[in-house]
């Protein structure tokens, strides 16, 4: 795939001194979902502001499909639709004229059967009269879909798409975001939902306190900082560790019944072999075995816990 | 040029006046009315004429001027701060539209509500007092200079404006006083001559009475002077909206 927007080195201070985006460098891929996780404050939605127009960068440089978001505003702006956080709605206007207008706004003439597809797509059709006033916050959110699709944008920025929603505007979305990346829409969503990373990207950036700290595939992320343990059901339960399995990372459940042995699985050996060796010559036997991942949520809680040097250890791979 | 984004946020601007058709129309004309019944009426039937002209028939440019502005200024300010005030100023700011384009749309439609303002007021008092257009396209152009001027004025307000009280404070301190005092209800030689000269620096004075000489031929000021003080008033809006759109201020963090 080959990239569609390309940021270098960029960075926002706000009039008072806040460092909201330091040297933040990425490559987005023509047709990829990625999500950007981070805490409140990490930067999210700044980074997001300053590709679609609404901050003013304070350094560095954006792209689009090779278009300088700056000079060349009316081409990389027609290319991207923009969901923002908030609910921001004109309550006055009905669903129908509000996307509408947007389509308008961004030199599109009206097409009636693209919006009505659109609405339908959104479960809105029926409430295309409605004022904004009048509809719930989870339609308020799938309007705010609607406008952003409305001029059938190329690349799709979701700022916090399903913060406050109920499970199935959830899984709505998903699907429809799923969907729209069959079409080839580049999606970058931000979330604080590990879930939804996890769900939904093709790969995972990790944003805090302003900086990058990685982006990564999703599946390699997970493959590469992912520790593993595995988990062994015993025939016989046991009092206490062997002195000879000491030096493998063991742990006993309270009523010995079962054995964890964690390892991280990117070492050159896992060392399950040995310990597995190692057990049958105490004479421990096992009637179960089982292995688990750690989840991303997991990881990105690693990630922010890790103090800053933290970026040297992980590579940023783009 | 984004035609359809001028044309969206122009249609957009003038559904948003249709739908507060009443508020928006019978509102400034049951004022002007009772201003044509109190002052035209009932003060000015106990005042001789002033330059020649009846008193009922002297303050429509006036009162005419005094709605232009005020309008112009309350549709673009409000219309700016709203989209402000619900957060809704992203698509504005993430669409592919110039600021030129925006303020094309705004400004445009908010001229065009006060202009059909003034064209109602002027139809409103003909049904009062009897007069004649001595020179309707000098009437035109000031009509149409004052509505664009002023409501670029509104624009740079709302703005400037980060709460409903400062959007109100310089309509209300500022514009309508000295709407009140550049001869909207008198001319200035009714005044002593200190104060004659004071209100020579009330720039709305020069507006109000280039207005009045389209239609009477008579002013306090020179045609010319008029003339070149609405231009200015509009170069100078043009510079300050330039500037705000440059460096994004108040739009943009």
Redesign the interface.
């Known amino acids: 795939m080959s990239d569609l927007i390309n940021i270098q080195n960029l960075s926002k201070v706000y009039s008072n001194g806040f460092k909201a985006l330091d040297d933040v460098s990425l490559n987005i891929k023509k047709g990829e979902i990625l999500a950007l996780l981070g805490p409140n404050g990490a930067g999210k939605t700044t980074l997001i502001s300053a590709i679609c127009g609404l901050v003013n960068p304070t350094g560095g440089k954006v792209s689009v499909a090779g278009y300088d978001i700056i000079k060349d505003y009316r081409k990389t702006r027609e290319l991207i639709g923009l969901v923002p956080q908030e609910l921001t709605n004109n309550q006055f206007d009905t669903v129908l004229s509000t996307v509408n207008f947007t389509r308008g706004m961004f030199g599109k003439s009206k097409n009636a059967a693209l919006i009505e597809e659109l609405l339908k797509d959104l479960t809105l059709w029926e409430k295309r009269n409605s004022l904004l006033m009048h509809l719930s916050g989870g339609m308020k959110r799938r309007v705010l879909i609607a406008k952003a699709l409305a001029h059938e944008p190329e690349i799709l920025f979701l700022d916090e798409p399903t913060a406050g929603v109920d499970v199935e505007l959830r899984q709505d979305m998903w699907r429809l975001i799923h969907k729209l990346r069959e079409r080839g829409v580049t999606i970058i969503l931000t979330t604080h939902y590990i879930e939804e990373a996890e769900e939904m990207a093709d790969r995972v950036g990790v944003i805090a306190n302003g900086k990058l700290l990685l982006v990564e595939e999703k599946s390699v992320l997970m493959g590469r900082l992912g520790k593993k343990a595995l988990t062994m059901d015993l025939v016989t339960p046991l009092e206490s560790i062997p002195e000879s399995l000491k030096s493998y990372d063991l742990e006993l459940s309270n009523d010995g019944n079962t054995l964890k042995y964690s390892y991280d699985n990117q070492g050159e050996s896992t060392g399950i072999t040995a310990l597995v060796q190692a057990l049958s010559e105490v004479n421990v036997r096992f009637s179960d075995l089982h292995t688990e991942q750690s989840s991303l949520e997991e990881i990105f809680i690693d990630l922010l816990n890790v103090p800053n040097d933290s970026n040297h250890m992980v590579e940023q791979k783009q | 040029m ?4 001028v ?3 122009y ?2 601007e003038m ?2 006046w249709w ?1 507060t058709i009443y508020q928006s129309i019978v509102s400034p004309v049951l004022t002007t009315s009772l201003y044509f019944v109190v002052f035209g009426s009932a003060i000015g039937s106990r005042i001789a004429e002033v330059d020649g002209v009846g008193y009922g028939a002297f303050i429509v440019p006036g009162l005419i001027m005094l709605s232009l502005l005020t309008q112009s200024i309350s549709y673009a300010s409000f219309a700016i701060y ?2 402000k005030f ?3 100023i ?9 600021y030129f384009e925006i303020l094309l749309g705004y400004v445009g439609a908010s001229a065009t509500k006060s202009i059909l303002i003034a064209v109602i007021i002027l139809c409103t008092a003909r049904l009062f007092v009897d007069f004649e257009i001595a020179h309707p396209f000098w009437m035109a152009f000031y009509l149409v200079l004052t509505a664009i001027t002023f409501s670029m004025m509104g624009f740079i307000i709302g703005i400037w404006a980060d709460n409903f009280e400062k959007l109100q404070v310089i309509p209300l301190l500022i514009v309508t006083p000295l709407v009140f005092l550049g001869g909207t209800f008198y001319s200035v030689s009714m005044l002593p001559p200190f104060w004659q000269k004071i209100t020579l620096f009330n720039p709305v004075l020069y507006l109000v009475n280039g207005f009045r000489w389209s239609f009477y031929e008579v002013s306090d000021v020179s045609i010319t002077t008029s003339t070149i003080m609405i231009l200015s008033f509009l170069a100078a809006c043009i510079g300050i909206v330039f500037w705000i759109f440059k460096t ?1 201020y108040k739009l ?2």
């Open positions: 984004n035609f359809h984004a044309k969206a946020i249609v957009f559904a948003r739908r709203f989209p619900t957060g809704t992203y698509e504005l700011l993430s669409s592919p539209v110039s994004g943009k963090t």
